[in-house]
C-alpha cells in the first residue's frame, strides 16, 4: 500500500491534493472487475477522490486495451485510471481488494479462483442469498462456488455493519432489496407491522437493467410510459423475504412488483403494511427515526414531506416517511434512492470503507444532482 497523499484518479488536480489528507494512512490498491458496466462507472466515478482508494486495474472483456475515458467519456478528467485489461491479464498480487461488478454467474466462477488475500465486495447476485437450494431455484441451476456462499456477509450496512467490518467476501445487496429492506427492516423486527401482508410497489429508472443493448429498453420501447416486469417472479423478492425473515424471527413472504421508469436513474418503493393492534403511523416513525438518527446516508424526512428520487440523484443517500393509509390500521411507507449508488455502487464503496478501516462516508458525501 502507498500512503494516501500520493494517488487518485484526480492526482494532477490541486484541489484533488488537498483531499488527500491522511498522509499517515496507508492507500489501498483496488481492481475493479466489469468496469465496463454502469456499476462499474459509478464505481470509478466514485472513487477517483477517495484519498484511501488507487485503482490499479480495471477490466472489461470486450473493451480492453482502451482507455478508460474512451468507454465513458464523462469521466474523461479520470486521466490516471488505467487502460482497461482483460480479468485473466490482472496481477492480484499487487491487488489489496476488488470491486466486482460482473453478471450473476460469471461473479462465482472469477471470485472462487482469485487469492485468499484478497477483500471483496461482490454486486452481483451471486452471494446474497444464504441457501444454495433458493439460489438454484432463482437464477437457474447450481452455485459454483458453495464453500465462498457460506463465507459471504450481506452488505446491508446500516443493519450489518459489525458483520462487514470483519468479512472478507461482502454481498453488495440489490436495489430494490436496499431500497425496501432499509424502511420495512426495523417496523418488522420491532412486531410494529405485520408480516403476512406486505406489498411492495416498487419502481426503477432503466440504468437498472444494464449497459448492454436490449431491446426493452430501446428508447422506443420505454419512452412516455411505465411497464411491469418479472411479476410475480422477480429475483429480488426471495432477497427481500431472507432479510425480512430474519427481522421477523419466521418466515416472511412479500408480494412484491417491480416497474421500469422512463428515467435513467433513480428507484421508489411505496410498502403497503397493516400495524399491529394499537400502533399507529406515529410509532412507525418513531421506530424509524430511533433506528436511523446516527445515521450518515438514511433520512427520515418530516412528517407529510413525500421522498423524491430527484433529491436523491448520485447521491448515497435514502429517504423513508410514513404516511396514513385511508384504510383503517394500514400505512404506506415511502423510500427512495439512487439505484446506482446506494443500489450498488455507493453501498459497495460504503461497505469497503468499512473493510478497509476508513470513515465509512469516505467519498461518499455528495448531494443531490437537481434540478
Known amino acids: 500500500m502507498q500512503t494516501l497523499a500520493q494517488k487518485n484518479c484526480f492526482s494532477s488536480r490541486p484541489q484533488a491534493k488537498r483531499m488527500a489528507v491522511k498522509a499517515q494512512a496507508e492507500v489501498a490498491k483496488v481492481a475493479v472487475l466489469g468496469a465496463s458496466g454502469y456499476t462499474g462507472a459509478e464505481v470509478m466515478r466514485l472513487t477517483a477522490l477517495h484519498p484511501g482508494i488507487e485503482v490499479t486495474a480495471v477490466t472489461g472483456e470486450k473493451n480492453a486495451g482502451k ?29 489489496d481488494a476488488i470491486f466486482c461488478c460482473l453478471p450473476h454467474a460469471t461473479t462465482q466462477e472469477v471470485i472462487k479462483n482469485l487469492p485468499g488475500h484478497l477483500k ?6 451471486d452471494f446474497r442469498l444464504r441457501s444454495l437450494d433458493a439460489y438454484a431455484e432463482w437464477y437457474g441451476g447450481p452455485h459454483a462456488a458453495p464453500e465462498l456462499q457460506k463465507e459471504a456477509v450481506y452488505g446491508l450496512t446500516e ?9 472478507r467476501l461482502i454481498a453488495n445487496p440489490g436495489c430494490y432489496p436496499t ?26 429508472g432503466v440504468s437498472g437493467a444494464g449497459r448492454a443493448a436490449k431491446e426493452q429498453t430501446l428508447y422506443c420501447e420505454i419512452a412516455e410510459g411505465i411497464n411491469s416486469y418479472a411479476v410475480g417472479q ?31 436513474r433513480g428507484m421508489q418503493t411505496t410498502s403497503y403494511v397493516k400495524m399491529a393492534d394499537g400502533v399507529t403511523v406515529d410509532d412507525l416513525r418513531a421506530e424509524l427515526i430511533s433506528t436511523y438518527q446516527n445515521e450518515p446516508f438514511v433520512r427520515v424526512l418530516k412528517m407529510g414531506v413525500v421522498p423524491h428520487t430527484r433529491h436523491v440523484r448520485g447521491t448515497n443517500f435514502c429517504l423513508i416517511n410514513v404516511f396514513q ?17 446506494k443500489g450498488a455502487s455507493g453501498q459497495a464503496i460504503q461497505n469497503m470503507n468499512l473493510m478497509l478501516g476508513y470513515e465509512e462516508t469516505t467519498s461518499l458525501m455528495q448531494l443531490a444532482m437537481f434540478p
Open 67 to 95: 482507455p478508460f475515458s474512451e468507454v465513458f467519456p464523462h469521466l474523461v478528467a479520470a486521466t490516471n485510471c488505467p487502460k482497461l485489461v482483460k480479468i485473466a491479464d490482472v496481477d492480484y498480487s499487487k491487488v
Open 120 to 125: 471483496i465486495v461482490d454486486l452481483s447476485a
Open 159 to 167: 443493519l450489518f455493519r459489525d458483520k462487514v467490518k470483519s468479512a
Open 179 to 204: 431500497c425496501s429492506q432499509l424502511p420495512l427492516y426495523p417496523l418488522v423486527k420491532s412486531g410494529k407491522i405485520l408480516t403476512d401482508d406486505i406489498i411492495i410497489d416498487a419502481k426503477s
Open 234 to 264: 422477480h429475483r429480488h423478492m426471495p432477497e427481500i423475504e431472507q432479510g425480512l425473515s430474519e427481522a421477523s424471527g419466521k418466515d416472511v413472504k412479500v408480494s412484491f412488483t417491480p416497474h421500469l421508469i422512463n428515467m435513467s
Open 325 to 341: 393509509d385511508r384504510l383503517a390500521g394500514r400505512a404506506v411507507v415511502i423510500s427512495v434512492i439512487d439505484n446506482l449508488v
